[in-house]
């Protein structure tokens, strides 16, 4: 897990606005993405995650500076050797919709998500929980070491709702409820607009200071930082690195800026197409300049180079000295495309426009194409892109972003039903072997083995990691930075 390290304050002429004139018990905050639907154990998005876990809906476990800790729980264990997961529901808990939690609710909550979290099938195979009193309980063939982990730190939240929610739905459909267990409910969901959520009263832990969040939808980020230097904002995500400067003269905003919170990843389409063979993976990854993708995305901030597929803080990161395809080297590269299926029909290269994801994908095709390779950028809006990387028929790499993971197997990339898809039977044995460890200290060292055996496999190209920036206005305190941000614990003074 990465945590902001740092924080950087800087000035803002204070003529722009008046402290004194903010309603402190109110939030207004930009975010660059609207989610597309808030259902967290089917869309793991980033905006999604930001807005509503934690803050209406809540996890069984959770994660406290690194640590496993007890939400919705009252308390868990591991038994059986480790084999057997336990976890006891806390009491006196309230939905949003006066019911009660209870352990049929988190027992369909948490084989919902089971069902949709190829990761942690990897854990349990075919078991699902089951209830007794006030526990539910999982019990696998092998270790259950790592899914307290998951649990905590999914992308596809865990999060908890009401069973009648989930037993009014058809197989694949989506929650349209948002009643979850959280300090702050659904108000309003203003489509194109903006989300407002509203403190709860009847909240079973510690109350917020903030009694209402406004989440607007604001994707050009001058937008935001306008909106932030008028007044208009609290707090503004993804700073690109253009409007850095300008806010670092600036009184009465401050900066938050941390190590690598996420990656850049070039997926290739293993289903179909001339990216299912293993030589033009190889020839991509020799042929490209990472520095200047990265640059072409992030300018000079806010962003390292390096592919391993974890951040460089984490527990389970390997040196990148091993990879024998992520330096490049022209001569080998068309080497391996001369050998390849390439037969100079386009490559078509997909991302969206969110956040200079494009100018990735813009570089890319032109540094291909310097090389001889025929290619056709398809920039989509976030839904469009979504949607269309699901058919393979469709593209043959596409760009996106991911936020860090706490663990190696929650990367979406390495499962089958990915899209682009995964299908290397000596990775996929040492991915097994990680996933039924009995410690997390052998894990993580099979996971080195596998990383470089991911490495010569290509599933996808990290040519670097990302550190996002965001701004507030410095009256605004104890942000929480844990995998997005958070207000939970925070006040404007």
Not at 111 to 137: H, K, M, P, Q
Request: glycine letters at 6%.
């Amino acid at each position: 897990m990465h945590f902001l390290r740092f924080i950087i304050p800087v000035l803002i002429s204070f003529s722009l606005f008046s402290c004194s004139e903010k309603d402190s018990s109110a939030l207004s905050v930009a975010v660059a993405q609207e989610p597309v639907v808030l259902d967290l154990m089917v869309n793991s998005s980033v905006s999604g995650r930001n807005i509503v876990d934690g803050n209406v809906y809540e996890r069984l476990i959770a994660l406290s500076d690194g640590n496993l800790v007890p939400q919705l729980a009252e308390s868990f264990e591991l038994g059986d050797s480790g084999k057997t997961l336990t976890i006891k529901i806390r009491e006196g808990v309230l939905f949003h919709d006066g019911s009660e939690l209870d352990a049929e609710d988190a027992v369909l909550s948490m084989n919902r998500w089971l069902s949709y979290y190829a990761s942690a099938e990897r854990l349990v195979g075919d078991s699902r929980f089951t209830a007794s009193g006030d526990c539910i309980s999982i019990k696998a063939d092998s270790s259950l070491v790592l899914l307290p982990f998951m649990i905590a730190s999914s992308p596809l939240a865990a999060v908890i709702v009401p069973a009648e929610e989930i037993l009014s739905l058809d197989d694949g459909e989506i929650l349209q409820s948002v009643a979850g267990t959280g300090p702050y409910r659904m108000k309003e969901w203003r489509y194109g607009d903006s989300i407002e959520l509203e403190r709860w009263d009847e909240y079973w832990g510690e109350m917020p200071e903030i009694e209402h969040i406004t989440y607007s939808f604001v994707p050009d980020s001058v937008t935001r930082r306008l909106g932030l230097e008028s007044g208009q904002f609290d707090f503004i995500d993804t700073v690109l690195s253009d409007d850095i400067p300008q806010l670092s003269k600036m009184d009465g905003i401050t900066l938050h800026q941390g190590d690598e919170n996420g990656s850049i990843v070039l997926v290739f389409n293993k289903k179909a197409g001339v990216s299912a063979d293993a030589d033009f993976r190889k020839a991509v990854s020799l042929l490209i300049d990472r520095d200047e993708l990265m640059k072409a995305c992030y300018g000079d901030y806010g962003y390292s180079l390096h592919s391993d597929y974890m951040e460089a803080d984490s527990l389970w990161s390997v040196d990148d000295s091993s990879d024998p395809f992520g330096t490049e080297n022209e001569e080998k590269g068309l080497e391996y495309l001369r050998a390849s299926s390439y037969d100079n029909e386009p490559v078509r290269i997909l991302s969206s426009n969110l956040t200079n994801l494009d100018k990735i994908a813009i570089a890319l095709s032109s540094e291909l194409e310097e090389e001889g390779i025929e290619t056709e950028i398809i920039i989509l809006d976030w839904a469009a892109f979504i949607e269309k990387r699901k058919d393979p028929e469709f593209w043959d790499i596409y760009v996106s972003a991911t936020s860090s993971t706490i663990l190696p197997l929650e990367k979406n990339y390495l499962t089958a039903t990915s899209p682009g898809g995964f299908d290397n039977p000596e990775s996929e044995t040492l991915l097994k072997a990680v996933a039924e460890t009995e410690s997390v200290e052998e894990a993580i060292s099979i996971w080195q083995d596998c990383q470089k055996s991911l490495w010569n496999y290509i599933p996808v190209i990290v040519p670097g990691h990302y550190s996002t920036v965001y701004a507030s206005v410095s009256t605004l305190e104890n942000i929480d930075f844990t995998n997005g941000f958070n207000f939970r614990k925070a006040a404007v003074k």
